[in-house]
């Protein structure tokens, strides 16, 4: 079993609804990262949380660390959003990044 | 401000060969770590530098290595390679103890 999973691993939708995804992880982390990956490969970082909730544009983050669950919500969906979108978890007392499989999201017009 | 830059941006190189990968941190930023992306895959730590030394490694044999610079640029070497090499290797750069990371576009290996 993967330390960190992702579900749905393929979403599409129709523009203009609203989207969860989510992460559940089975290590401590000292933070989660909610990333966003383009065709081309390149990554972007959308959030970093350690508790609560965050919220840029029409995107929010929330994450349960008792739970030790996290979910990214797009509100409003647009094509633009069609990405892969990356969870990945800092485990506490190490050096790593450690990366969810990715969830493809594909939103229609 | 300027990102991580990362070159080459796509590699063919032949099994058994050896490969070089270079990585630009974020101005500001003195760790720099290493990932390799399988194709549909999420990425998987190779290696991180800090202060010119290696401070965290993954699952990956020694034919991976790395190099961090007094400028904090960094390289990925992988001698004789393999064709389960083929991937996208990404690098990212951050300050430690602030957690932030900032993701280069990476470079993409193919291995024939």
């Known amino acids: 079993k993967n330390e960190v999973e992702q579900s749905p691993q393929n979403l599409t939708a129709q523009e203009g609804e609203f989207i969860t995804i989510n992460c559940s992880y089975s290590?401590?982390?000292?933070?989660l990262h909610w990333l966003q990956q383009h065709p081309g490969g390149g990554i972007v970082s959308l959030f970093m949380?350690?508790?609560g909730k965050k919220k840029h544009g029409r995107l929010i983050a929330t994450i349960n660390i008792q739970e030790k669950h996290s979910s990214l919500h797009i509100t409003a969906s647009h094509p633009r959003d069609s990405a892969v979108y990356i969870c990945a978890v800092k485990i506490q007392g190490a050096q790593k990044l450690v990366f969810g499989q990715g969830t493809r999201l594909t939103i229609n017009p | 401000e300027t990102g991580v830059t990362q070159s080459p941006t796509h590699l063919i190189k032949t099994r058994g060969q050896q490969v070089t990968l270079r990585c630009s941190s974020q101005s500001g930023h003195n760790t720099v770590s290493w990932y390799q992306q399988a194709l549909g895959q999420g990425p998987q730590f190779i290696f991180q530098y800090y202060r010119e030394e290696e401070n965290g490694r993954g699952n990956f044999p020694p034919r991976f290595s790395g190099l961090q610079f007094p400028n904090y640029s960094s390289e990925l070497n992988v001698n004789a390679l393999e064709l389960d090499d083929s991937a996208l290797y990404l690098c990212?750069?951050?300050?430690?103890?602030?957690?932030?990371?900032?993701f280069g576009s990476g470079t993409r290996l193919t291995v024939v």
């Open positions: 949380l350690s508790s």
């Open positions: 990212a750069s951050s300050l430690t103890g602030v957690g932030g990371y900032t």
């Open positions: 290590v401590g982390i000292s933070a």
